[in-house]
């Protein structure tokens, strides 16, 4: 059984450095971004901190709300 290499698989799950170049930022105001709930919540992997790609997307094409507004949408639309 043949495995698709790791760079061939989609990225569902990006790093600050992934956010900021998804977002044509810095990394640094990605964090700063994210410290002031601006950015949905990341998942943590361990050390890693990650956001969901497909979360991104969502949360950009719904006007990039603040994380609060951001949660309260996602759970109205449950």
Same mark, same amino acid.
């Given at each position: 059984m043949n495995t698709p290499h790791a760079s061939a698989l989609p990225r569902i799950a990006v790093p600050a450095e992934g956010v900021a170049q998804l977002l044509d930022v810095s990394e640094r105001h990605v964090w700063a971004l994210?410290?002031?709930?601006?950015? #949905?919540? #990341? %998942?943590?992997?361990?050390?890693? %901190?990650?956001w969901s790609a497909d979360e991104l997307r969502d949360w950009l094409a719904a006007g990039a #709300?603040?994380?609060?507004?951001?949660?309260?949408?996602?759970?109205?639309?449950r």
């Open positions: 994210h410290a002031s709930g601006r950015l #949905p919540r #990341p %998942v943590r992997l361990g050390r890693a %901190v990650r #709300p603040s994380r609060d507004a951001w949660e309260q949408a996602k759970e109205a639309s």
